[in-house]
């Protein structure tokens, strides 16, 4: 269901870092981007070909804010605007009850754990994985099954209403 969906919202929000290496990649960058100039000031900000950035900023601005910042940790390729949009849910996943007490309370564990799960498979990297020590296997294995849908729902949540904006703009059709 979310296969048109998805492919739309990589091309969105980015390129997957583990493409970057190919040397498609580099010519599809250097062919679809442009750098623009801005005043004065030479800006480095790229903009988007095709669109894509027109329909970011849709919907940046027709989403709810937490919904859209789950679309940029889940399908962004830019570091730095993954952890602005992390730093502005994070308080948001610190006071859901649904999760455990002990990951609520430990900011460091809720980043690390959270921010994982919410990332696109192909954006994730074995530097992300890490391991809990001092608890029991069950205990753990517990915590990621509620991490997992907690993060589930909130990425169905925003990928629900991205679709819906997309959709109403004639931007993704199924066949």
């Avoid at 997957?16 to 990649?25: D, G, K, Q």
């Avoid at 070909?49 to 329909?55: E, K, N, S, T």
């Avoid at 859901?96 to 919410?118: C, F």
């Amino acid at each position: 269901m979310y296969q048109a969906l998805e492919q739309a919202l990589i091309r969105i929000f980015g390129t997957p870092e583990l493409m970057m290496n190919a040397v498609s990649w580099h010519r599809d960058i250097n062919s679809g981007y442009r750098k623009t100039v801005s005043g004065i000031e030479a800006s480095s900000r790229d903009e988007r070909l095709w669109h894509d950035g027109l329909w970011q900023s849709r919907l940046r601005q027709g989403m709810t804010p937490e919904w859209h910042d789950v679309l940029t940790i889940r399908y962004g390729d830019d570091y730095s605007k993954r952890i602005m949009a992390w730093q502005r849910i994070q308080l948001r996943f610190s006071r859901d009850e649904r999760l455990p007490e002990p990951i609520r309370s430990n900011p460091v564990l809720i980043r690390l754990w959270l921010m994982y799960e919410l990332q696109h498979p192909q954006l994730r990297s074995r530097k992300g994985q890490f391991d809990i020590t001092g608890k029991s296997e069950r205990t753990v294995y517990r915590w990621k099954k509620i991490c997992r849908r907690v993060c589930s729902e909130w990425i169905t949540l925003a990928e629900d209403e991205a679709q819906a904006l997309l959709e109403q703009a004639g931007s993704i059709r199924y066949e």
